[in-house]
Nanobody
Framework: DVQLVESGGGLVQPGGSLRLSCAASGFTFNDEGMSWIRQAPGKGLEWLASISSLAYTFEYADSVKGRFTISRDNAKNQLYLQLNRLTTDDTAMYYC?????????????RGQGTQVTVSS
């Protein structure tokens, strides 16, 4: 079974940074494009960034382009998201997902999430 376990969330002040991690297991990680998505309170899932299986291709949502960086370590089956210049609008539950843009986001396997709260 696909297992995705996120970590690294927390409370951070506006302008701050966080690094999220996702440990993947139960599938051949380096065969899959992976993504980070988030869900703010009362809102739907929002796609943020994707990275191809061998990290040749990157895609970012306009809302995070230039502030967030997606990366992966296939040797460790880990996916990462570096979050910089955070704003209160970035407050959400963050998920890693086995997902590539164009597919049904609501059906993408994802982890349990890690909470990011941006507040002064």
């Amino acid at each position: 079974d696909v297992q995705l376990v996120e970590s690294g969330g927390g409370l951070v002040q506006p302008g701050g940074s966080l690094r999220l991690s996702c440990a993947a297991s139960g599938f051949t990680f380096n065969d899959e494009g992976m993504s980070w998505i988030r869900q703010a309170p009362g809102k739907g899932l929002e796609w943020l960034a994707s990275i191809s299986s061998l990290a040749y291709t990157f895609e970012y949502a306009d809302s995070v382009k230039g502030r967030f960086t997606i990366s992966r370590d296939n040797a460790k089956n880990q996916l990462y998201l570096q979050l910089n210049r955070l704003t209160t609008d970035d407050t959400a539950m963050y998920y890693c997902a086995m997902y590539w843009p164009g597919r049904d986001l609501n059906r993408a396997p994802r982890g349990q999430g890690t909470q990011v709260t941006v507040s002064s």
